[in-house]
């Protein structure tokens, strides 16, 4: 499969402009990204027309994306699609989790995970790509001791595994504009149930750096917002926060902000 540069292009960068009541050629792509973010139950039969209850959804996916919200189809809303972001759904049954759940059972108070890498990416010499997500979970850690995260052999069961996989990963494909995802705690996983949790970035489609450059993603930028999954933050409307679910090529965002902050305090205080 052939590596893109910049923003993951989709079928949606291609479709017109459209307004409630009209009709645009390959508009099923967007009623298929709202449905697979959790901004629509169901896909409409009428594949091609924005019906009222889709400009719904488009108001809710334009609000919560700090959008101009118009109902419409329109050039920001297209722009926002087709930007590189996490694959985990905005929105669960209809509704937002900007903090779903923590880890408990033998986690609780504070957890101490495991995590351990199997499979990395040609993008990045050496093993770059593994030091960028340890200093990741190190951001976290350091937020909220005494959380720790601790680094083990793949083969020692650790609660969460790291890697690079193909664009259509058998726990979540990541055709389009997904560049990476993990999964919840465990009482309230939204991927495949059971450890160990997934820290999995695309391979395929995305192309990885360190720091800022053109045409690619920093895998610390990226995986700080995939860590706040994995202690049981979702996504956020705010912009500024590490957990708002796009990111844009060649540019890093290495510091938690207030938003996300509060969230995991919410989770561990």
């Known amino acids: 499969m052939s590596r893109t540069t910049g923003n993951v292009r989709t079928r949606i960068a291609t479709v017109e402009t459209t307004k409630p009541g009209d009709s645009s050629e390959g508009f ?44 419409e ?15 985990l759904p905005d929105l669960q049954r209809g509704l937002g989790f900007s903090a779903a759940c923590a880890w ?3 986690w609780a108070e504070y957890p101490s995970l495991t995590y351990a890498f199997d499979q990395g990416t040609s993008d990045i010499s050496g093993d770059g790509e593994f030091q960028a997500v340890r200093n990741a979970f190190a951001t976290w850690e350091a937020f909220l001791t005494p ?8 083969t020692d069961s650790p609660d969460i595994m790291v890697g ?17 995802h993990a999964d919840l705690p465990p009482d309230c ?30 895998v610390e930028s990226v995986a700080l917002h995939e860590a706040g999954h994995l ?18 090529g060649n540019t890093t965002h290495r510091n938690l902000e207030s938003d996300d902050r509060q969230g995991a305090l919410f989770l561990y205080p």
């Not at 488009?58 to 959008?67: A, D, G, N, T």
């Not at 189809?73 to 694959?87: H, K, L, S, Y």
């Not at 049981?232 to 796009?246: E, N, T």
């Open 28 to 71: 099923g792509s967007v009623l298929a990204f709202l449905h697979r973010y959790g901004y629509l139950e169901y896909a409409e039969r009428e594949h091609d027309t924005l019906t009222e209850r889709v400009s719904v959804a488009l108001r809710k996916y334009q609000r919560l994306q700090s959008l101009p919200i118009t109902g």
């Open 73 to 87: 189809f329109d050039e920001a809303t297209r722009e926002q699609m087709d930007t590189g972001r996490c694959g």
């Open 104 to 106: 408990t059972g033998p």
């Open 147 to 154: 959380m720790s995260f601790a680094e083990i052999k793949p």
């Open 164 to 180: 690079w996989r193909p664009t259509v990963d058998p726990d979540l494909d990541m055709t389009g504009s997904a560049i990476a």
């Open 189 to 218: 996983e939204v991927l495949n149930p059971g450890l160990p949790q997934p820290l999995h970035f695309d391979n395929g489609e995305a192309t990885w750096c360190i720091g800022a450059q053109p045409g690619a993603y920093d």
């Open 231 to 248: 202690i049981g933050l979702g996504h956020s409307s705010d912009p500024s926060a590490v957990m708002f679910p796009s990111i844009n």
